[in-house]
């Protein structure tokens, strides 16, 4: 249990982890890359290790010492029989893609969350290409099988960045032209990383098209997750001030800036900057009196991992506000509709899980109580802003789930 007291004011600037989904993909894409590459400003949390350890077993030589990851890659790839992926739902489904196109015999698995969580949805697209993707029952383990692949042209029915992930390492190893398209444009880092690391590809809205490519190994500093930042974005939007340094503001990762906007917090960018092709920025939040918000379908791409705790910001703003399109929520480390709902509901707030989101009424303030994580960690992180804002603070339960993607949260947290 980690105990939360409330604090009537909170304030402060932090440095922050980088970026989770940026630090797989520098990782995984390296692996296969002529060259030495060196990432500094790395998260290397339980997630982005276990990618680490996959590729590892495949044969790249990686090295990890605090922040810093060196990464040596082979063009030949050795065939693994087991790939632990553990919690990491961004390993599992884009190594499916990477492992797709390279000759390898591959069961790749994780611990009894990520054996929940649906793979269909990228096993079906590349078979497209003609990969052999087999699913346990839909689920993982994941049996991947030596196939040749032919490029193809795949319509995504919900944006992913996961799944056109997958889809474009797969397109890499792929004879002829693969292109992905999907309804909303989702989280670009693969895009930007391969283009940087001289792939055959062009990207023309919200199409992707990628050709056969042999990839130049690259060097980068990670910038700074702005969802790890939201955390503390949130704390200075609730009770007093904040200054995050160097977030990536990748414009298709900044819908929790959108649904600020929306809210009407109070926020500047200060510094921007460029590091490795991704935007960086300060950003300044003070403590604003917030309104109700409407989200739909179109706004949650940009925003999904921060759904929780934009949904907690709704619970302390003035009037009714509604958040559909967001049934992707419930196959996350948890049913994020529902824990999400609980913890609001816990913490003295009012809110009414619906099929893909929420109707939460917002009070001034929320009492506090205990909250359980559910083992997820950003049911946690959400849960501690919660109750450092509430009127008595209270308890997590199973709060060490953080270490997953920010493991020294409660640390900042107490500074």
Same mark, same amino acid.
């Given at each position: 249990?980690?105990? %939360?007291?409330?604090?009537?004011?909170?304030?402060?600037?932090?440095?922050?982890?980088?970026?989770?989904?940026?630090?797989?993909?520098?990782?995984?894409?390296?692996?296969?890359?002529? =060259?030495?590459?060196?990432?500094?400003?790395?998260?290397?949390?339980?997630?982005?290790?276990? *990618?680490?350890?996959?590729?590892?077993?495949?044969?790249?030589?990686?090295?990890?010492?605090?922040?810093?990851?060196?990464?040596?890659?082979?063009?030949?790839?050795?065939s693994a029989k087991e790939l632990d992926c553990g919690n990491s739902g961004t390993t599992i489904r884009l190594?499916?893609?990477?492992?797709?196109?390279?000759?390898?015999?591959?069961?790749? /698995?994780?611990?009894?969350?990520?054996?929940?969580?649906?793979?269909?949805?990228?096993?079906?697209?590349?078979?497209?290409?003609?990969?052999?993707?087999? *699913?346990?029952?839909?689920?993982?383990?994941?049996?991947?099988?030596?196939?040749?692949?032919?490029?193809? !042209?795949?319509?995504?029915?919900?944006?992913?960045?996961?799944?056109?992930?997958?889809?474009?390492?797969?397109?890499?190893?792929?004879?002829?032209?693969?292109?992905?398209?999907?309804?909303?444009?989702?989280?670009?880092? $693969?895009?930007?990383?391969?283009?940087?690391?001289?792939?055959?590809?062009?990207?023309? =809205?919200?199409?992707?098209?990628?050709? !056969?490519?042999?990839?130049?190994?690259?060097?980068?500093?990670?910038?700074?997750?702005?969802?790890?930042?939201?955390?503390?974005?949130?704390?200075?939007?609730?009770?007093?001030?904040?200054?995050?340094?160097?977030?990536?503001?990748?414009?298709? !990762?900044?819908?929790?800036?959108?649904?600020?906007?929306?809210?009407?917090?109070? /926020?500047?960018?200060?510094?921007?900057?460029?590091?490795?092709?991704?935007?960086?920025?300060? %950003?300044?939040?003070?403590? *604003?009196?917030?309104?109700?918000?409407?989200?739909?379908?179109?706004?949650?791409?940009?925003? %999904?991992?921060?759904?929780?705790?934009?949904?907690?910001?709704?619970?302390?703003?003035?009037?009714?506000?509604?958040?559909?399109?967001?049934?992707?929520?419930?196959?996350?480390?948890?049913?994020?509709?529902?824990?999400? $709902?609980?913890?609001?509901?816990?913490?003295?707030?009012?809110?009414?899980?619906?099929?893909?989101?929420?109707?939460?009424?917002?009070?001034?303030?929320?009492?506090?109580?205990?909250?359980?994580? /559910?083992?997820?960690?950003?049911?946690?992180?959400?849960?501690?802003? =919660?109750?450092?804002?509430?009127?008595?603070?209270?308890? %997590?339960?199973?709060?060490?789930?953080?270490?997953?993607?920010?493991?020294?949260?409660?640390?900042?947290?107490?500074?």
């Open positions: 249990m980690q105990i %939360i007291k409330p604090r009537e004011y909170f304030d402060g600037e932090f440095e922050l982890p980088g970026d989770k989904s940026i630090t797989h993909r520098a990782v995984m894409l390296n692996s296969g890359a002529d =060259g030495t590459a060196v990432i500094t400003n790395a998260l290397t949390g339980e997630d982005c290790l276990s *990618t680490c350890r996959c590729m590892k077993t495949l044969g790249a030589d990686i090295q990890v010492d605090g922040t810093t990851i060196a990464v040596k890659g082979t063009p030949k790839f050795e190594l499916t893609g990477f492992v797709a196109g390279k000759n390898i015999t591959a069961k790749l /698995y994780g611990d009894s969350s990520l054996s929940s969580r649906p793979m269909k949805r990228v096993a079906e697209p590349l078979s497209l290409l003609g990969a052999e993707v087999a *699913t346990t029952e839909g689920h993982a383990p994941v049996f991947v099988a030596p196939k040749k692949l032919q490029g193809a !042209r795949v319509d995504l029915a919900i944006s992913s960045a996961q799944v056109k992930s997958a889809v474009l390492l797969a397109g890499i190893s792929a004879d002829g032209e693969t292109t992905v398209s999907e309804p909303v444009k989702s989280r670009d880092h $693969t895009e930007r990383m391969l283009l940087a690391m001289q792939a055959n590809m062009k990207v023309n =809205g919200n199409e992707v098209t990628v050709k !056969r490519s042999e990839l130049k190994s690259l060097s980068l500093c990670v910038p700074s997750d702005i969802s790890s930042a939201s955390y503390f974005m949130a704390l200075g939007a609730l009770k007093g001030e904040t200054l995050c340094k160097n977030v990536g503001i990748n414009p298709t !990762r900044t819908g929790i800036l959108r649904a600020f906007d929306k809210l009407g917090v109070h /926020y500047e960018l200060l510094n921007k900057r460029v590091s490795g092709g991704e935007e960086t920025a300060d %950003i300044r939040v003070k403590k *604003t009196n917030m309104r109700a918000i409407s989200l739909t379908a179109e706004d949650i791409p940009s925003m %999904i991992d921060e759904l929780p705790l934009i949904a907690l910001l709704c619970a302390f703003a003035d009037g009714e506000s509604r958040i559909t399109g967001a049934k992707e929520l419930r196959v996350k480390e948890s049913d994020r509709i529902q824990t999400t $709902t609980e913890l609001i509901q816990n913490l003295g707030g009012d809110c009414t899980a619906t099929e893909d989101g929420f109707i939460i009424r917002g009070k001034k303030s929320l009492t506090g109580g205990n909250i359980d994580s /559910y083992l997820d960690h950003r049911i946690a992180m959400t849960g501690a802003v =919660g109750l450092i804002a509430s009127k008595t603070g209270g308890a %997590i339960k199973n709060p060490e789930c953080c270490a997953i993607s920010f493991p020294d949260f409660f640390e900042k947290l107490a500074k």
